[in-house]
């Protein structure tokens, strides 16, 4: 692994000092770098219910901190060809934010004409993922502690096994062998993706099938998408989400709704569902205040009823195209001891960063 590394970071370097007019022109190295320091009561640098306080130098607060290459060659016609390699890394430390896989965050090929549907294929977000582009009320801020992702899109199920061939243990946001199309026609978009499990003598342990639909025009949005997850054994993870967006002059308003469902007959099932309300307030070309409103429901077999209701409010100011400075405060409220035998029935966190883009 630390051979191939070096071997592509020494790639991209002499790629990157060549001059721009022999540097291949459909070829792109970008990121993001996000990192802020943060104080937490009740909960730990993971955001995970605790007893005491903590702080921290934390990377992702805004959005994930990561990497990638992407490129695109005409073929002609009106047809490219695409791909994208992305990893996640933790920029308080430099390590990779997920260890394996490497390129945790996307791993794909494809085709893509000029009207802008697309067939891509490798790793690859869920359709889940993908609907809250447009319908988080937080627009995809705080990712590992956003409840539309980490509850609504299963990028933290907290379900105790492997769902869909994701890599990566209580994640099934990102999923492996993955085939995707997507087909736009006017303001609609229709997505389909097949995830292939890979098992041996069976197709249905490990894979994922869901189909995806959005809408937006004349700044109103609607997205939705249902995908069904399969662990090991074959048994099944049923997820959907819906929400819905509006702009008008200098405000932004949403709203969703998500819910999914495992386990076989009543004896072992678990339901997760997640409501959301927001809206962003641009009150300068520079700057956005956003507050947000998160409820999740949890419901287990034999187990009592909990959840929690979160509350996030976002401030965010552009120094440049590239450069934003922000500052975050959060308020999570566990309800019928969903935090765990010892921690605290509230918790409360303050954070202020800073995010350049490349």
């Keep these: 692994m630390k051979k191939e590394l070096g071997a592509l970071c020494a790639l991209l ?38 007893s005491g306080s903590q702080n921290s130098l934390s990377s992702g607060l805004n959005d994930a901190s990561r990497w990638g290459v992407r490129g695109t060659t005409p073929l002609g016609g009106g047809l ?35 009207s802008g549907n697309t067939l891509k294929v490798g790793r690859q977000a869920s359709l889940l993922a993908d609907a809250l582009v447009t319908i988080d009320p937080l627009q995809r801020r705080f990712p590992d ?11 933290r199920h907290g379900l105790g096994t492997p769902y869909g061939n994701t890599g990566i243990d209580g994640n099934a946001y ?27 003598g069976d197709h249905k342990p490990l894979s994922s099938g869901g189909l995806g639909l959005a809408w937006e025009e004349n700044g109103t949005a609607a997205a939705g998408a249902y995908q069904t997850f399969r662990d090991a054994s074959g048994r099944q993870l049923k997820a959907w989400n819906l929400g819905l967006s509006h702009r008008a002059g200098n405000v932004r308003l949403a709203a969703s709704a998500a819910r999914s469902q495992t386990g076989d007959g009543e004896a ?11 809206a962003t307030l641009s009150t300068t070309q520079q700057s956005d205040w956003t507050l947000a409103y998160y409820k999740v429901d949890r419901e287990r077999a034999s187990l009592a ?33 969903y935090q765990g035998a010892g921690n605290k029935s509230r918790a409360t966190g303050f954070g202020l960063g800073m995010q350049y883009r490349f």
């Design 80 to 114: 490219n060809a695409v791909f994208e390699l992305e990893s996640g890394l933790n920029a308080d430390t430099g390590m990779p934010a997920q260890g394996t896989p490497f390129f945790d965050r996307g791993s794909w090929i494809g085709l893509q004409d000029t």
């Design 268 to 278: 072992a099932r678990t339901r997760q569902r997640v409501v959301s309300v927001g």
């Design 305 to 337: 009823n909990d959840g929690y209701g979160r509350f996030v409010a976002f401030y965010e100011y552009r120094l440049s195209m590239r450069t934003r400075l922000y500052a975050e405060f959060d308020l999570t409220n566990w309800d019928d001891g």
């Design 174 to 200: 990102w999923l492996n062998n993955a085939l995707k199309l997507t087909n736009r026609t006017g303001p609609y978009q229709f997505s389909a993706m097949y995830s292939a499990g890979e098992q041996a």
């Design 13 to 50: 370097s002499a790629a990157m000092a060549l001059p721009a007019s022999a540097q291949p022109k459909d070829f792109t190295v970008y990121g993001t770098m996000d990192l802020g320091v943060r104080h937490a009561s009740g909960l730990t640098d993971r955001h995970m219910p605790a």
């Design 145 to 155: 502690f956003n409840p539309n992702m980490t509850v609504g899109a299963l990028a």
